[in-house]
Nanobody
Framework: QVQLVESGGGLVQPGGSLRLSCTVS????????RAWYWQAPGKSREKVAA???????GYTDSVKGRFTISRDNVKNTVYLQMDSLKPEDTGVYYC?????????WGQGTQVSVSS
């Protein structure tokens, strides 16, 4: 059974940075395209960044140029480097497969951007 554990969130001021990590167990990370998803309070989950098996990346327009997704297949970990954070980036961040079928969602990691 695939397990996803996200970490690295916290409270940061606007313009600050965070680095999120997602450790994948139960399967090899290299088998799947992976993505980070963002869920704002009261809203549905949205994909913000994805990385293909070969390393090609893609981003939603709102984070392009500010967020960077990467993966370490040896450590079975996916990262999301978040720079120039804005208050509207606040929410819970999850990782999972970039496309269906999805593993069971982890608990996510809370990111709060506020002065």
């Amino acid at each position: 059974q695939v397990q996803l554990v996200e970490s690295g969130g916290g409270l940061v001021q606007p313009g600050g940075s965070l680095r999120l990590s997602c450790t994948v167990s139960g399967c090899s990370l290299s088998f799947n395209a992976r993505a980070w998803y963002w869920q704002a309070p009261g809203k549905s989950r949205e994909k913000v960044a994805a990385i293909a098996r070969g390393g090609t990346t893609g981003y939603t327009d709102s984070v392009k140029g500010r967020f960077t997704i990467s993966r370490d297949n040896v450590k079975n970990t996916v990262y999301l480097q978040m720079d120039s954070l804005k208050p509207e980036d606040t929410g819970v961040y999850y990782c999972n497969s970039a496309v269906a079928p999805f593993a069971s969602w982890g608990q996510g990691t809370q990111v709060s951007v506020s002065s």
